[in-house]
């Protein structure tokens, strides 16, 4: 790779409660943070966490705030002596995922003639944009919407195959059907619509810019093997799909090989003392973004253990299904994130602390869970003090004992009120919500990471929508990331790491900056590339460049115990759900 001096890239993160920007250098250094805080720096707005919020349970954030937070992020950036902003190279960045700016047929035009003397509200706003607010994630009050999106296609197994993804709330399909049933007006006046990240796109490049191919996954519009908008689901919004498609800027941008939207736009050079050349690169969603802040390569799996759990994989299987996402890599082409979402995490565990302990101290259910004296292998339970995700079902707590029979095919479940002791159902939580972890991640391994010495029976067992024999289950990750404020708890994170089994390492890391991390690097990397002075796919260049011996922990694990030893708990976890 051959070296720019002083070269310098920018990576945003338009998020809900905040605008934030980070500064890097060739050598992933972090060398500046910028954040505005909409509800504090721009309280005139009249934000709640950066948001509206409406009884009928819509979500919106005002565009012109968005407008506001561009502008004051720069002007606060060019009081720091020690950042030349007129060394940068490149930016990209995230946004939140799922929302939507739609623009008036003046509002592209104004884009490459803004007056550097002005600012960008006073001349987008309002008459660039057919509408004041954006879909936030946050809202629920596309019901019917959602139904008819699954009805359109034969339900939501149907719509997961097709999108990556069963109908939701937030997306952005939904959403936009919903403004064009409810608000014709608005709709007829819309001659463009952006997803977030690529309105922020077209507001730094001067000009429109198409949705980035992996956020436009998140719409249940998008065919992610066909790579082209689904004709039949684009009628629930426009029965006029050409029109819709203009509407969209046409065919989103691929990630094959990274190109720029354009340069940066003169009205940023010439305010904020920019450089003039500086490439603009796609943006794209949060999730999307965060897995490009880490040397995650395909078949390796990012764990994120707070209030509810978070799973994100890099895979080349296209398996979709109704209880998680699935969306177009990137950065590396034919492969895919996946990402599974579960909402009990800490609170369930934190439960049963609370039950082993008043004081609410962690260290006597750590000791529960990090004991092998502790026999449980014959014990088998879900807790789920709040209504699951995956698997979909109500709020629910079960235990069972279980036996196998001599062959391994069959499992006997026998319900239990309670174990031996709430110790029990300490180590049985961790366990089982890697277990599930474990099983869900599975079927998007490749079969490459298929243990050889692992045998297990060809019994059938169903997960979601699947039955699978025993045998599926012999795939193993790569390389296991932790983050998340329970992953500071060895206990949980040594006895989630052994049920996953990853082959080449186990992870910790602190990820406060995660999506604007993982826009510099695409920025980085994406620039790189662009003029030649890198071969590397992504994956590769980001391993060699990632800094192993400062930005991430290597877990040393305290046990010998196989992760073999869980293959006999896989039928029994089957089983428990079905009572479910």
């Known amino acids: 790779m051959t070296r720019e001096p002083g070269a310098l890239y920018l990576g945003f993160d338009l998020s809900t409660q905040q605008l934030k920007c980070l500064v890097i250098d060739q050598n992933l250094q972090l060398l500046h943070s910028e954040s505005i805080e909409f509800d504090k720096d721009l309280s005139h707005y009249k934000t709640h966490k950066g948001v509206y919020l409406h009884d009928d349970g819509t979500v919106e954030c005002p565009v012109a705030m968005w407008l506001e937070a561009i502008d004051l992020v720069f002007h606060r950036m060019q009081k720091h002596k020690h950042i030349d902003l007129g060394l940068v190279k490149a930016?990209?960045?995230?946004?939140?995922?799922h929302g939507s700016v739609y623009w008036t047929e003046k509002g592209p035009k104004l884009l490459p003639v803004l007056d550097a003397n002005g600012c960008l509200k006073d001349q987008l706003f309002p008459e660039g944009f057919s509408r004041n607010v954006a879909p936030n994630w946050q809202d629920h009050s596309t019901s019917q919407e959602c139904r008819k999106f699954e009805d359109s296609c034969g339900g939501p197994a149907q719509l997961a195959h097709i999108t990556g993804s069963r109908a939701h709330h937030r997306f952005t399909g939904p959403q936009m059907m919903k403004i064009a049933k409810k608000e014709p007006e608005t709709y007829a006046k819309t001659h463009k619509i952006s997803l977030v990240s690529s309105f922020l796109a077209s507001i730094l490049s001067g000009q429109f810019t198409p949705l980035e191919e992996a956020d436009a996954c998140g719409m249940n519009l998008y065919d992610v093997a066909k790579r082209d908008y689904n004709e039949n689901l684009m009628?629930?919004?426009d029965t006029d799909t050409d029109s819709l498609?203009?509407?969209?800027?046409g065919s989103p941008i691929p990630?094959?090989?990274p190109r720029p939207v354009g340069t940066l736009s003169s009205y940023f050079s010439i305010k904020y003392g920019l450089n003039s050349q500086c490439q603009i690169f796609p943006f794209t969603g949060d999730n999307l973004a965060t897995i490009c802040s880490l040397p995650l390569q395909p078949n390796d799996v990012l764990v994120s253990l707070g209030t509810s759990t978070t799973i994100l994989l890099v895979t080349d299987q296209y398996h979709p299904s109704p209880n998680y996402h699935l969306f177009l890599h990137p950065t590396i082409p034919k492969h895919y994130m996946g990402m599974i979402c579960y909402c009990n995490g800490a609170l369930a565990r934190e439960r049963i602390r609370d039950e082993m302990n008043a004081n609410h101290d962690w260290e006597p259910f750590n000791e529960a869970v990090a004991s092998d004296a502790l026999d449980?292998?014959?014990?088998?339970a879900c807790y789920f003090p709040l209504g699951e995700i995956v698997p979909s079902v109500p709020s629910s707590y079960r235990r069972a004992k279980f036996t196998r029979s001599a062959d391994g095919n069959n499992v006997a479940l026998k319900l239990v009120e309670s174990f031996e002791s709430v110790a029990h159902d300490a180590k049985n939580i961790v366990e089982s919500q890697a277990l599930s972890c474990r099983v869900r991640i599975s079927p998007l391994l490749s079969k490459d990471c298929e243990d050889t010495n692992c045998k297990m029976s060809d019994s059938t067992v169903?997960?979601?929508c699947d039955n699978f024999p025993l045998s599926e289950y012999t795939k193993r990750p790569r390389k296991a990331f932790f983050v998340g404020g329970a992953s500071k708890n060895d206990a949980i994170v040594e006895r989630f790491a052994r049920v996953l089994g990853a082959t080449e390492g186990n992870y910790r890391l602190e990820t406060p900056n995660?999506?604007?991390l993982?826009?510099?690097?695409?920025?980085?990397?994406?620039?790189?590339?662009?003029?030649k002075l890198t071969s590397a796919a992504f994956d590769q260049f980001l391993n060699r460049k990632f800094r192993w011996d400062t930005d991430v922990q290597s877990l040393r694990l305290t046990s010998e115990r196989d992760w073999m030893h869980y293959n006999n708990k896989i039928h029994a976890l089957s089983e428990l759900e079905k009572t479910l």
């Open 91 to 97: 930016m990209s960045g995230s946004c939140q995922q």
């Open 235 to 237: 009628r629930n919004v």
């Open 245 to 249: 498609r203009e509407k969209l800027g």
């Open 255 to 257: 990630a094959e090989e």
């Open 376 to 380: 449980n292998d014959d014990e088998i």
């Open 462 to 464: 169903h997960f979601d």
């Open 514 to 516: 995660s999506c604007a």
């Open 518 to 531: 993982g826009g510099c690097y695409r920025a980085l990397w994406s620039h790189l590339y662009y003029e």
